[in-house]
């Protein structure tokens, strides 16, 4: 995939203040993310990786209060949101940050728990963040993953191909093997990995709204035209059409993927840790 970073930092910062009210999927993601994990007896330190405005990032807090948080994104405006809705709390520490150079800043084995929800499918080089996302853990930590995976809108997409004949562009959604085969290349063990529907109904302007309030677009890409609103209801008929319910509702269905994975236990390598502790020192 060919992902302009530029364009979806913008996109997300435009995003980060009507983010929350409308990222229903990802609210219903990191729900059940959260729910999939184990008893951690200890959990000290942990990452959100991709926090955006840290609905993650607060379901977790709610189960590991005692816990010193890490979260990082690649949009300004949704660490600064972070900061301003974790602000009070001490052990929260927000960094503007791209997940596909943790490597190059010799990350260090620190954490836990490492989380990325609604992420992995911004990124090009998946294996590079993945194996960070292993380095980040320290030996028998745990790493959570919910990510969106092949066939996710659906309905969307094949609207879009009847009332155009032509295909919807956009993100291409990785195969879920894609995603398992990156994690079996690392020292962990996957605890657990399925694929569930998440599938919310919206009105079809409200479709729309979606996609503009939590920055899943690519209006800022040199090849972004926005579409006429003769177009527009050309594909909410064909959606209406073809999946649309009595009520006039259209589903709007995420295919996720989820993970959970523990890295094998190992003698700890030295020198490790300081780069994270004056991160999480920086307040």
């Known amino acids: ?38 008893d951690i007896h200890v959990c000290e330190k942990i990452l959100d990786a991709g926090c955006g405005t840290g609905l993650l990032t607060r379901m977790a807090y709610t189960r590991y209060t ?7 994104d690649i949009s300004q405006q949704m660490i600064s949101y972070c900061q301003s ?54 030996p028998g930590g745990y790493l959570g993953i919910a990510v ?31 995603y398992i085969s990156a994690l079996k290349q690392q020292s962990v063990s996957i605890c657990t990995s399925h694929v569930e529907d998440i599938c919310i109904f919206l009105s079809g302007m409200d479709i ?20 006429t609103i003769k177009e527009i209801n050309n594909l909410l008929t064909h959606y209406g059409k073809k999946y649309g319910r009595d009520d006039n509702l259209l589903p709007l269905t995420f295919k996720v993927l989820f993970i959970i994975a523990q890295k094998h236990i190992k003698p700890p390598h030295l020198n490790h840790g300081v780069i994270a502790e004056g991160l999480f020192n920086a307040n």
């Open 208 to 227: 729309l709204r979606y996609f503009k309030y939590t920055g899943t677009t690519f209006r800022h890409t040199p090849s972004y035209r926005p579409k």
């Open 66 to 72: 005692n816990a010193a948080f890490l979260g990082m």
């Open 85 to 138: 809705f974790f602000g009070h709390i001490k052990n929260m520490t927000f960094l503007v940050h791209d997940l596909e150079k943790l490597n190059e800043v010799n990350f260090p084995s620190t954490f836990d728990l490492t989380l990325s929800s609604f992420t992995l499918q911004w990124i090009e080089n998946v294996d590079r963040v993945i194996e960070a996302f292993v380095h980040s853990l320290n």
């Open 1 to 38: 995939m060919n992902i302009d970073k530029e364009s979806v930092s913008i996109t997300f910062s435009d995003a980060a203040k009507t983010y929350d009210a409308w990222a229903i999927h990802q609210r219903l993601a990191a729900t059940k993310l959260i729910k999939l994990l184990p």
């Open 148 to 178: 969106p995976v092949k066939d996710s809108l659906f309905e969307l997409h094949n609207s879009f191909n009847s009332a155009f004949d032509t295909k919807m562009h956009g993100l291409n959604y990785r195969n879920s093997d894609y």
